[in-house]
């Protein structure tokens, strides 16, 4: 499937249906943007590198180059994505049933957005998604449980790799500079927390923008009659609009979340900043190359508390983390119990 610009336009004018499509989908996309990007950023922010908002868009900008750079080099987490749920032959129905999942993503994530949680925009699409292919069958029929099963090995490798690289990556990093000048190494690490927060922002881009592209471009095939895209390249307009909006919504803010887990979760000097981003960053290289979309944010505090361990278990503010795994926890069933009900309201109505 071929789609240009010109014709994306034109489908969108003829299709009510499609339109409300995009523009949930764009709307997700800005969501992420606000909600999720403020992570890349929190710790250089927490550790007084950037000022807030010179942070907010040089992680616009990053994101921005995360989506556009690495769809053209690597597009297989969207592959993964558009291939992990089946929404049967009856292609109306399974644009019904997709506007209703990204419905039921934006209503979860303002609202945990509203408390300065942060929230996994990619467990919430997954559930979404998920939730809308069951309504549709019935049943799990609809559910590709060889693609779900990258979802599950995502969120080992966020938690667990992330825990582990954030720590090694610290304990390096205070091997090598035990025996220098503390005031120096300080000033060295706020230029390369700089360099790690944009690091950490370009793949976060990379990351939850292939996502949200493959959403829009299976949007796209539904409303042409085709129930998959198998095959189909995606067109470099489509990653610049989602890299816009994207950048669009870093640009908004989110200083609660950057609270949240740059201040709250850890106390962090410059040093285990630069460690956190970069091994945050490294994570999702690695998961975006093998095609396993993982949770940016998982990925990050999960780097953060590894760091943090470097040099107490103690050091972690475990009443944040339980906040954030309780929300975590609950992004699954809740999320994909809205979008459920949404798809079979949905499909009732129109």
């Known amino acids: 499937m071929e789609v240009t610009f010109a014709e994306f336009i034109r489908e969108m004018t003829v299709s009510p249906v499609l339109t409300v499509t995009v523009l949930l989908t764009l709307g997700v996309i ?61 292609t ?22 509203f408390f300065g949680i942060p929230t996994s925009e990619s467990h919430s699409l997954i559930a979404g998604l998920t939730g809308s292919a069951i309504a549709i069958h019935n049943g799990p029929a609809g559910v590709n449980m060889d693609e779900w099963a990258k979802v599950l090995y995502g969120l080992v490798l966020s938690l667990v790799i992330g825990f582990a690289i954030g720590w090694v990556v610290c304990k390096l990093v205070t091997i090598i500079c035990y025996n220098l000048d503390r005031r120096k190494t300080n000033k060295a ?6 360099f790690g927060a944009a690091a950490m922002s370009f793949m976060h881009g990379a990351q939850d923008g292939q996502k949200f592209i493959g959403v829009l471009f299976l949007g796209m ?55 956190a981003d970069l091994a945050a960053a490294l994570c999702l290289l690695i998961s975006s190359l093998f095609g396993i979309p993982v949770s940016t944010t998982h990925t990050k505090t999960s780097a953060i508390m590894g760091v943090g361990a470097v040099k107490r278990l103690s050091a972690i503010n475990y009443g944040v983390v339980k906040d954030m795994m309780l929300t975590w926890i609950c992004t699954f069933p809740g999320c994909g119990l809205i979008s459920f009900a949404m798809a079979k309201l949905f499909m009732a109505i129109f």
């Open 30 to 90: 800005f969501v992420n943007g606000w909600t999720d990007a403020p992570n890349a950023i929190a710790t250089c922010i927490s550790t007084r590198c950037l000022k807030v908002r010179t942070a907010i868009w040089m992680s616009a900008v990053f994101n921005f180059l995360g989506v556009f750079i690495m769809t053209q080099i690597n597009s297989s987490v969207a592959s993964t994505i558009t291939n992990m749920v089946d929404f049967g032959g009856n």
């Open 221 to 275: 095939a539904f409303c042409k009659g085709q129930d998959s895209v198998s095959g189909a390249v995606i067109p470099i307009w489509m990653m610049l609009l989602c890299s816009v909006i994207m950048a669009a919504g870093t640009s908004v803010g989110g200083e609660k979340i950057i609270k949240s887990v740059g201040m709250d979760m850890v106390h962090l000097e410059k040093y285990q900043g630069f460690s």
């Open 189 to 194: 690490f706020q230029g390369a927390q700089i």
């Open 92 to 113: 109306q129905e399974a644009l019904i049933a997709l506007c209703a999942a990204l419905f039921s993503i934006v209503v979860y994530s303002v609202g945990a957005s």
